[in-house]
């Protein structure tokens, strides 16, 4: 049985670093919303309250069921979970007298506690709460303060339980790592054994004892999700997974032919359907993205379905869910209230009647990856940068014409390229080319032109919710505008996106 910690959620929006961190340290962990998680069995070791944006002195404030957690296994407040802990068992919690956010020093550290194990005083920590407390219970113990913040942390007496009123699981806190190993390898007892290499192993044997010799459709996508869902199937049932790759039309120039060629040099069952044409015939013409990505969707059914079709006696549907959908989907504030519409398989189970099998939806993205090298997917496979469900049909605003595809896929060709022949590829963590619905003059030669504007947008980023933009080197952004505008007909314009998320957004559209 995989031992485990239970992170409780209490709305913050630092709850999954938590989990990343945890996983970090080789501990397998899962969220679960404070009010809705599972009564703990052997396999649970500890049990972490996150922060949240509410007080526990709101009319109804988040609180969680303790019972049989609390004095039973470790528990460790975070933040909120640690006022918690406080105002529900006779102490007080009262506002701050200034917001304390940003970063301070535990000036005073009772290292001798397991919970400050070789943490020295004056470490740095990262407060983000309006609230402090302003007294704790008799049976409660100071191990750790701040100049502003008597009670940073503490210990119930004679029982394993923790609570701290700073961030761990942030960058700012220096030490926040070492914090929460010394919690749940010292305290709870875990032993470091989740790790890309026993999760594929684990995975592989539960997806055969879940699938049996039933038959699974998948349909790939070319990116690192569907690739890793594809081949942990194909470790588990083999030619009972039959993968179906469709080109839209809107992937990047002769990508179709490339992946396709290297899912069926890896062994996999994948069959490759040239669709361009009944993806481009319906988008002709089209301008508003949002009508863009509902005719992407509905004809990737309908093809989908129809070469599902050929493939007799299926009964799974598998999908590349990662756990960040699923932590979304039973979030504190409820399910997410849209689907977005370019979902490709969104409808297919119930249209096909098909049960769905989920292999990555307990891994993080950046985990996907280290299983896919494990399973030993190549780097042209697993370092590819996220591409959007609707591909090219988002980067070209405006009407949507086969010669302006055309124009988008060459410029955006030698973007990418450039940045792989130039060792930049890596350090980005997306890019691509926009062509804008605007024309600029220029001139070439003796000649006045009236074309196209392009937009190169490069980011950094770990997880696509926030992003920076890429300080690419000027050089190489003057030789690529160069390349483009003297090879791609029809584009005069070449300009760079420096603007960040938030406040925009990495795609245009």
Request: charged share 25%.
């Amino acid at each position: 049985m995989q031992e485990k910690i239970l992170i409780l959620d209490f709305g913050s929006q630092y709850t999954q670093l938590i989990a990343r961190r945890i996983r970090e340290i080789n501990v397998y962990c899962e969220i679960y919303p404070f009010n809705h998680f599972p009564d703990p069995d052997e396999s649970v070791k500890g049990v972490i309250l996150s922060g949240s944006p509410s007080s526990v002195r709101d009319k109804n404030p988040p609180t969680p069921e303790l019972s049989k957690i609390k004095g039973t296994i470790p528990l460790l407040g975070v933040c909120y979970g640690a006022q918690h802990l406080v105002h529900s068992y006779g102490g007080e919690v009262l506002p701050s007298k200034n917001r304390e956010y940003g970063r301070a020093k535990l000036i005073s550290v009772n290292n001798s506690n397991p919970l400050f194990s070789k943490i020295d005083s004056g470490t740095q920590i990262w407060m983000s709460h309006a609230d402090t407390i302003a007294r704790i219970p008799e049976s409660y113990e100071i191990i750790g303060s701040t100049i502003d913040v008597k009670a940073g942390a503490f210990q119930i007496k004679d029982e394993n339980t923790w609570g701290i009123q700073f961030h761990p699981e942030v960058y700012h806190t220096t030490e926040g790592t070492q914090i929460l190993k010394n919690f749940v390898v010292g305290i709870c007892g875990c032993s470091q054994d989740w790790t890309p290499d026993s999760f594929a192993e684990i995975a592989i044997k539960n997806l055969q004892t879940q699938l049996g010799n039933d038959k699974v459709l998948l349909g790939l996508s070319g990116g690192v999700d569907s690739s890793v869902a594809a081949f942990l199937l194909h470790k588990a049932i083999g030619k009972n997974l039959t993968c179906i790759f469709v080109d839209n039309g809107l992937l990047r120039k002769n990508e179709f032919k490339k992946v396709l060629e290297s899912y069926l040099g890896l062994g996999l069952n994948v069959k490759g359907v040239d669709a361009a044409d009944k993806f481009l015939n319906q988008l002709e013409g089209v301008s508003d993205p949002e009508t863009k990505r509902k005719i992407i969707g509905r004809v990737f059914i309908e093809v989908f379905d129809e070469e599902a079709r050929k493939v007799k006696d299926v009964k799974w549907l598998a999908q590349g869910t990662i756990y960040p959908d699923v932590i979304e989907s039973v979030s504190v504030n409820g399910p997410s209230a849209t689907i977005k519409s370019h979902h490709n398989v969104g409808g297919l189970p119930e249209k096909m009647h098909l049960k769905v099998v989920e292999p990555l939806r307990l891994l993080f993205k950046d985990e996907v990856r280290r299983v896919g090298h494990a399973l030993g997917l190549p780097d042209f496979i697993l370092k590819r940068h996220p591409f959007p469900g609707p591909g090219l049909a988002i980067r070209l605003l405006g009407k949507m014409t086969r010669e302006k595809l055309e124009i988008l896929k060459e410029a955006d060709d030698i973007f990418i390229e450039g940045l792989k022949k130039n060792g930049l590829y890596d350090s980005v963590w997306q890019a691509g080319v926009i062509l804008l619905p605007v024309q600029s003059v220029g001139v070439m030669g003796d000649e006045r032109t009236y074309e196209n504007a392009v937009v190169l947008r490069a980011v950094t980023s770990t997880d696509g919710m926030t992003a920076d933009w890429s300080h690419l080197p000027y050089e190489f952004l003057g030789a690529i505008s160069n390349e483009i505008i003297n090879k791609v007909k029809g584009i005069n314009r070449v300009v760079f996106d420096i603007s960040s998320k938030p406040p925009s957004t990495i795609e245009w559209e």
